[in-house]
Structures are given as C-alpha cells and as structure tokens.
C-alpha cells in the first residue's frame, strides 16, 4: 500500500494506466510503418487486357503508374489495336510510378484480302483497315458497271491471304467515259453549253491567243475532239484573240516555186493564178504587197507573167 500523502501534498495520478496507453500507439505506429514499408507504397496493375492502348493508358495512368514502350504482336485471341499482354502483370505490385509495357495485338498473322467491289474508296480503306491492312497505290479506270468513285477490284484479289499491314492496291471507277465534242471555232457560250450538256466542267482560260479563229471564238481546248474524259472532268477553253499579222514577203520578180516557198516560211497560203498564153514561170505581181502585213494563215495570190 502507497503510503499516505503528507498534508496539504498534490496527489499524483497513477503511472500504470499511462504506460498501457503509450505501449499501444507505440505498436500502432510500428505497424503502420511496416504496412507502409510493405504494402502501402505499392499500387498494383489494373486489369486492362482486351482494351484498346487509349482505355488501358488511361487507366494505368489513373492508378499513379506510367505506361512504358508499347510493343506489338500477332494474336488470333485479341482484336486488333487491343492490349493482349501486360507486364508486369495484372494483379502484380508496383512501387508508386512504376512503369507498365503493354503489348498491343496485330491481329491474326495472316490475314485475308476483304471484297470491296462497289464500295466507295473511304469505306474500301476502312474495310481494309479493320482487316489489318492498308489501302495501297490507288489507280483509276472507265467503268460502265460500277459507279463513279467506287471499288472496281483490288490486286490481290479478295479472299487472298496476306500478313498484317501489306498494302492492297485498288482501281476505283471514273465512271462511264464521254467523248469530247469539238468546239473550236464557236463561242465560249456556245462552247460552254455543249460541254456541259456532255457532262464536263469548263474552265476558260484567263490569256488569249493570237490564232486563225475569229476574234472572241474558241482557239484550243484541253482535250481534242474525240478524247475520253469522265464525267465531271474539266475542260479548258482558250479564247482566240485573232490572228497574228505578220509582214509578208516580197516576192515579184522572183521564179514561182522561189516565191511560193518564201510565203509558205512565212505562214500563208499561196495560191498561183497564171495569164494565158502562159510561158513564163516569173512572179508579176502578188495580192497583198511585200512589206505590208497580212493575217497569219491567210492566202496570198500570185500572178505569173504570160507572153
């Protein structure tokens, strides 16, 4: 028994029940260090296999981890684009900002060429695409059969089987071909018309040439006469701004074939009237005088000496 307290002496409060208290939050604290040494530094890898890298990032990243090199690889469990293997794996504990490789499927290691016939080419790329592989060199041909702008075949052809990625060429129609009338020589409006009523577009051309045509009328066009186009193809018109004046040769005096040949060089046409009885072979005269100017293309007459 404590002995009694002297009078008037502040009386102390037992030491027992403070000491039980104090070896409690000791242990307490001991162990949640050792639970945070052990496990409560460690996140642990979410379950992602199946989903695609952007579902997987994002979750990974969520859990406080980072997501690492993404490899890929051939799967016939998991679709393609989607995480086939995690490492570490699920389940597995990382320490805060531990990184996770994930490993992406490329589909089947081989696969097979889809049909695309008469499909327009954004859906045949993305046939292809769903498939594991890629649109490749695209050319186009005249089709009476399948529409404007649509899948005419591929090469190779459907049903072949081909790894992952490999590029399929495809032909894509233009439609069905137009013969382009002529239209030189008419107005622009006139022009205008008959190639639109063929089913082209027709761009003119903002510069004029000097050409045989009259002043205003169509000198050239993109495509001749009798030329495939598909419909909605453009057809460019030159504007003809006359023809070129040029100056024209002198040339009496001189033997027929001489003066002939010179006006020829020149960019005329030479025509020859002969005076009867006709023995000379010596140019008398020419209808358009040497030194003057004449449309280029234009005929020029001369005139032989007789007796």
Do not use: C
Not at 15 to 41: C, E, F, H, K
């Amino acid at each position: 028994p404590e002995p009694p307290a002297a009078p008037g002496a502040r009386r102390l409060p037992p030491r027992g029940p403070l000491l039980v208290i104090a070896a409690v939050l000791l242990v307490l604290g001991l162990g949640g260090g050792v639970w945070y040494i052990n496990s409560g530094q460690f996140t642990r890898v979410p379950a992602v296999l199946g989903q695609t890298e952007a579902a997987a990032t994002e979750r990974i990243t969520g859990a406080g981890l980072e997501v690492g090199t993404t490899k890929r690889a051939f799967s016939d469990v998991y679709e393609r684009g989607t995480v086939m293997a995690v490492d570490p794996a699920p389940g597995e504990r990382l320490r805060g900002n531990g990184t996770v490789v994930l490993t992406l499927s490329r589909g089947p290691e081989i696969v097979k060429v889809p049909h695309l016939r008469n499909k327009p080419l954004a859906e045949a790329r993305k046939a292809l695409e769903k498939e594991g592989l890629v649109a490749g060199v695209v050319t186009r041909e005249f089709s009476d059969s399948v529409a404007r702008g649509a899948v005419i075949g591929s090469d190779p052809e459907p049903g072949t089987e081909r790894a992952p990625d490999s590029a399929i060429a495809l032909v894509v129609s233009k439609g069905s071909p137009i013969d382009v009338p002529d239209v030189t020589g008419e107005t622009v409006a006139d022009a205008t018309a008959a190639l639109q009523e063929a089913g082209l577009t027709v761009r003119v051309a903002p510069e004029r040439i000097s050409s045989p045509e009259d002043a205003g009328s169509v000198a050239a066009q993109s495509l001749a006469e009798g030329s495939r186009a598909a419909e909605g193809d453009t057809i460019t018109l030159t504007v003809s701004k006359g023809p070129e004046l040029i100056e024209v040769p002198d040339v009496t005096g001189e033997p027929t074939e001489d003066a002939r040949a010179a006006l020829e060089d020149a960019g005329f046409e030479v025509k020859v009237k002969k005076t009867f009885p006709y023995l000379g072979d010596t140019v008398a005269g020419q209808s358009v005088e040497g030194g003057s100017t004449a449309p280029e293309g234009s005929t020029i007459t001369l005139t032989i000496k007789g007796l």
